[in-house]
């Protein structure tokens, strides 16, 4: 089993950090694969020192792999988890359907953080 972590919406509309367990029950004993996931292209992003957003939600659920630096992800609670070279993380927090977005509410922000500048790798689901 391979442990993520999960950023999602919950039923009160707010966003939510979750870990899932992937099963790795492909392959062969020297190296053990998942089930393919299909995606909708990729996109390279780098975030100067500095870089933090407003509290927004994706707007269609994607990976995120850190290929360079630190992203910070806060959220509405308070609540920060850090992801650093090589983590990679499910942001899956769209704003509910029928919904207004409302800043105070619904969402996350990411910062980059530390000196260095944040290079990062976003596949569509």
Same mark, same amino acid.
């Given at each position: 089993m391979m442990k993520h972590v999960v950023l999602l919406t919950t039923d009160d509309g707010r966003a939510a950090f979750r870990e899932r367990l992937e099963s790795l029950? %492909? /392959?062969s004993p020297a190296v053990r694969l998942s089930d393919?996931?299909?995606? %909708? /292209?990729?996109?390279?992003?780098?975030s100067p020192v500095g870089y933090e957003s407003d509290f927004h939600c994706t707007e269609q659920p994607q990976w995120i792999v850190i290929l360079k630096g630190c992203m910070?992800?806060?959220?509405?609670?308070?609540?920060?988890r850090q992801f650093m070279q090589g983590d990679y993380f499910f942001c899956a927090d769209v704003l509910p359907a029928a919904a207004t977005f409302d800043p105070k509410i619904h969402g996350h922000r990411s910062r980059q953080c530390g000196d260095e500048v944040l290079q990062t790798m976003f596949i569509r689901a």
């Open positions: 029950e %492909g /392959g393919l996931f299909s995606s %909708g /292209g990729f996109q390279f992003r780098e910070e992800i806060m959220l509405q609670d308070g609540s920060t």
